[in-house]
């Protein structure tokens, strides 16, 4: 065995593509102005009222001039080519290059919730209508939740280890976990870490609004007419979550790797929680979730009172955030009033696998900006009212300690410490 | 060599496939070279179909576990799930081990697999292109794949770290390698692994076969199923899609012997790559480069090596660059090597899983089971254990994984 390195590991740059917008840039300036990136679904057609959606705009992988048509026709599984474009300006923000000798030390995991389910609806449809012989030959690779890292890896040349760490809505931060800890102890020096789902597909859809998880928009619901208002976590009308499509991914990397290259850290990862429920496979588990947090806070080495803001799992549904809430009394007792606590979810909804990874990358931006981002469409309630939610507009608000929280189905719950530098 | 206290031994472990759904029997029938390959019957399929082979698995439903109970398989209609328990139960039973509420926290799930629930996905998408009907509300958490260690969770009651580490057909190793990373790190002290795949669904088979992947006869030659699957042979022709699942618990060292846990072999070291080649070729650089980093992790020469597992699916260009990256690594002196497809055939990401838990019975009982249907490749010269199970000390066994859009995962095991 190797020996432990111990080693101090810095997020140099991300990179994301949302329903704010197809890059990070996009996707920050259109949180910090308030907005919300929904409307009615046009990707496909469902019969539910749960139609409001929060896709890409803009997103199409042979426009983008990143890939010929016949690689977009090949890779019809939607998260493999979003994947390559969004490690591609993780890469480019980071200022790193991919040589032979740093590529060999590079590892990519992008984790997923839902995975190829798009590809496999193509494959499907051309099996029962034209015969077996008619399935893409492209089929198994585009299925495979390692491949969009593996397509990655394939265009922009790195070569360490590469696999999809899984975990729900909380995949991204198992691989920022994770691999925040492999850098740590040496086996890698740079990591790509992310996550990606376009879950919108009429049975991903169905399936969901079925479970009663996301928001049925019903005629006198003020999103009827408005779907930017669809989302809202932690307000009083909170009816579930909107579905979305995404794709966030960080470069982690050693503390001597950012000196060698002369490369600028945005953030530090301090810390990591993780734990399992072991209780039901979509109620949350508030005891394991606050183990989670605590574990996270202790593992970077500071007090609960020294978070000076939460970046809140928050997915708009009337159960799951009274939930959180209760574990966030549980972990920051009184000090929690004084801690801003926000939701990207209000503005890009609920990107699945994708989700934690974007709402790294927002809130390291914003905290190098001195400020939080809001939480929208916020309509007060009693539930909350011990909540500082960042209501509507983002705040100036200096701060180096941030909690990021992802919590998964299947109850999974993985929370990560940012440190500024 | 670092500390060794947090070096990961396996405790205990499970697996069913096509040679039968319990380990001992399998294990048997493996060492007497049996094949578990036979005529593919798990769907209705007209004459112009182009595969007709599989390595199924037979039914455990007549088995007496609460989660075989017809309600529960009602509500969770891939056999991922309950195969993935049957295996971690089996795997749990036999380890010894008792996750009580001091050890549930430090105990990791890393229990995943390749391809998920994807049956309950069709099934969804039929029911609604064809009949207009609704999903059933189960579908969606059937087919995340993180749910197979969801569900191990809240059968154990283990609630440390858990996550589905994805690599395609390597993925059992990868679940294996990264449990051990997990107490090698500190965060667990045990890790519950392994993987389960049951992809026989007709549109996977179909893809599998138009990208030429699957065994497909000479014109006109009739192949009996149990020939087809034939790694390493002059006249490999594909792989034999299989069903399976493997659990193997792990443990740290130091937990293992605090609570007088017994153990046979460890995880000595590992090595993952990936390839940034090909989407399904295998890359002779980055394979050779892995075999060397989990040498290099174990502390050992080549040399020391005393039986290689191999990943051998049985195709041309797999088969081949594995055997060129073993002389890369080997020079002249290739250990025996052994290839239980030839037997199982390609249980998709679970087969790393099932294959290594069939190299450490090997090791604890000195066999290595044959390789059956080998007929020599004049390109490929080395010593494939064959026709008969061969008796062999093994201190240290290298099993190799391979997958799609290439990750490679190697590990190294050490006989206690």
Known sequence: ?421 | MGSSHRQAVILGYDAVCALGTRFPDAWEKALRGDSGIGPLTRFPMDDNFPVRIAGEVESIDDLDYPFLKPRERAKWTSPIFKHAMLTTSRAIERSGIEITPDIAPRTAITYSSALGGLDAALEADRRLVKENRLPKPFTNPNACINMVGGKVSILTGATGPITATISACATGSTSMIIGAMFIEQGLCDVAICGAVDFALVPAIIAGFATMNGTFYPKSGENVPPQAASRPFSRNRRGFVVSEGAGAVILAAREFAQSWGLRYQVALAGWGMTSDAHHVVAPHLPTVTRCMELSLAHAGIAPSAVSSINAHATSTQVGDKVEYDALCAVFGKKIPPVTANKSMMGHAMGASSAIETIFAVQGMIGGKIPPTINYDPDPDMVFDCVTDNARCLDQPYVLKNAFGFGGCNACIVLQKC
Not at chain 1, 65 to 89: D, I, P, S, Y
Not at chain 1, 322 to 327: F, G, R, W
């Open chain 1, 1 to 421: 065995m190797k020996a432990p390195m111990n080693r101090r590991v810095f997020v140099l740059g991300y990179g994301a593509a949302t329903p704010l917008g197809a890059t990070f840039d996009l996707t920050f300036e259109n949180a910090v102005a308030g907005k919300a990136g929904f409307r009615r679904i046009t990707r496909c057609e469902v019969k539910t009222l749960s139609n409001v959606v929060g896709e890409i705009p803009d997103w199409d992988p042979v426009a983008s001039g990143m890939f010929e048509k016949k690689e977009a026709h090949n890779w019809n599984a939607a998260f493999v080519l979003l994947t390559v474009a969004v490690c591609r300006q993780a890469l480019a923000h980071a200022g790193l290059v991919m040589e032979p000798d740093i590529g060999r030390r590079t590892a990519c995991l992008i984790g997923s919730a839902l995975n190829g389910m798009d590809a496999f609806r193509i494959a499907s449809e051309k099996y029962a209508n034209a015969g077996p012989l008619r399935v893409s030959p492209y089929l198994l690779p585009n299925l495979c939740g390692n491949m969009p890292a593996s397509k990655a890896g394939i265009d922009l040349g790195f070569t360490g280890p590469l696999f999809s760490p899984q975990g729900a809505c909380a995949s991204g931060n198992h691989a920022i976990g994770m691999g925040a800890r492999m850098i740590r102890d040496g086996d890698v020096d740079v990591v790509l870490a992310g996550g990606v789902d376009t879950p919108l597909v009429p049975e991903i859809i169905q399936g969901f609004a079925n479970m009663g998880a996301t928001i049925k928009v019903t005629p006198e619901d003020r999103a009827y007419d408005d779907p930017g208002q669809a989302s809202r976590p932690f307000s009083c009308d909170r009816k579930g979550m909107v579905l979305s499509e995404g794709c966030g991914v960080l470069v982690l990397a050693a503390e001597e790797v950012a000196k060698a290259h002369g490369l600028k850290p945005r953030a530090e990862v301090a810390g990591v929680g993780w734990t399992s429920d072991a209780f039901h496979f979509t109620s949350p588990n508030v005891e394991t979730i606050v183990r989670a947090m605590h574990q996270a806070i202790e593992d970077a080495q500071i007090a609960p009172q020294d978070i000076q803001y939460i970046n809140a799992h928050g997915t708009s549904t009337f159960k799951g955030d009274l939930s959180e809430a209760d574990c966030l009394r549980q972990v920051f007792g009184h000090h929690l009033g004084q801690i801003p606590v926000s939701s990207n979810k209000s503005q890009i909804g609920h990107t699945l696998g994708a989700a934690a990874a974007i709402e790294a990358a927002l809130s390291i931006e914003a905290m190098q900006m001195g400020m939080v981002l809001p939480t929208i469409n916020h309509c007060p309630t009693p539930d909350f009212d011990d909540l500082d939610v960042v209501p509507d507009t983002f705040r100036a608000h200096p701060h180096s300690f941030l909690l990021s929280n992802a919590y998964g189905f299947g109850g999974t719950n993985c929370c990560i410490v940012f440190k500024g530098v």
